[in-house]
């Protein structure tokens, strides 16, 4: 399958500074990526949609100036949580859109960031 | 109604036995079925796809889908302990739009 990296895995930050979280698609273009949160116990959600070269689509109740979100190429999207805070702290996971037998549309997952806010 | 339902769980089984788990949507344009795996504390992983009526093996894998029920299901055959973790289904509606259940946790008994 499709191999996407994140980086970092890790980051401890203090309180009010800003993170930013890298996603690769490393054998693949992806026009497409996606941003995921997951607080423990609890499943996936989608916090916005990156598209390459435009801007991206946030779900209902994600703060687009929080989360910043450039999709600048082909193989790379960032995150940045500005002003980090406590309630920040959370599995942050990206995935990238790919087709398998060339037409049938998933999605990828990265081996996500888990940001803790101190 | 949630637009793609799991049973929580927890479901356990002992190791050697069929596991079943299944999952249910509410869209009837949706197209494409994704089982991925996800271990605590890890991102999910692909596993399984099914886009066509009927069931489609990998494996100790089998996904099963019926488009006028709207479900699909995944046996786990042979079930391992290191087949415990959380199942979630993901359906594709249209472009950009995959949805996720909550998940299925898994545990295989040794």
């Known amino acids: 399958g499709a191999v996407v990296s994140q980086h970092p895995s890790w980051v401890i930050c203090k309180s009010g500074t800003s993170v930013k979280i890298e996603c690769r698609s490393l054998d693949f273009q992806a026009t497409t990526m996606f941003w995921y949160r997951q607080f423990p116990k609890q499943s996936l959600m989608l916090m916005a949609t990156s598209n390459e070269g435009s801007k991206a689509t946030y779900e209902q109740g994600v703060e687009k100036d929080k989360f910043l979100i450039n999709h600048a190429s082909l193989t790379l999207s960032t995150l940045t949580v500005t002003s980090a805070h406590p309630e920040d702290s959370s599995f942050y996971i990206c995935s990238a859109r790919a087709f398998l037998q060339g037409y049938q549309e998933t999605q990828y997952f990265g081996p996500g960031t888990r940001l803790l806010v101190l | ?110």
């Open chain 2, 1 to 110: 109604q949630k637009e793609v339902e799991q049973n929580s769980g927890p479901l356990s089984v002992p190791e050697g036995a069929i596991a079943s788990l299944n999952c249910t949507y509410s869209d009837r344009v949706s197209q494409s079925f994704f089982w991925y795996r996800q271990y605590s504390g890890k991102s999910p992983e692909l596993i399984m796809s099914i886009y066509s009526n009927g069931d489609k093996e990998d494996g100790r894998f089998t996904a099963q889908l019926n488009k006028a029920s709207q479900y699909v299901s995944l046996l786990i055959r042979d079930s391992q302990p290191s087949d415990s973790a959380t199942y979630l289904c993901a359906v594709t509606r249209r472009v950009n739009d995959m949805r996720f259940g909550a998940g299925t946790r898994l545990t295989v008994k040794p």
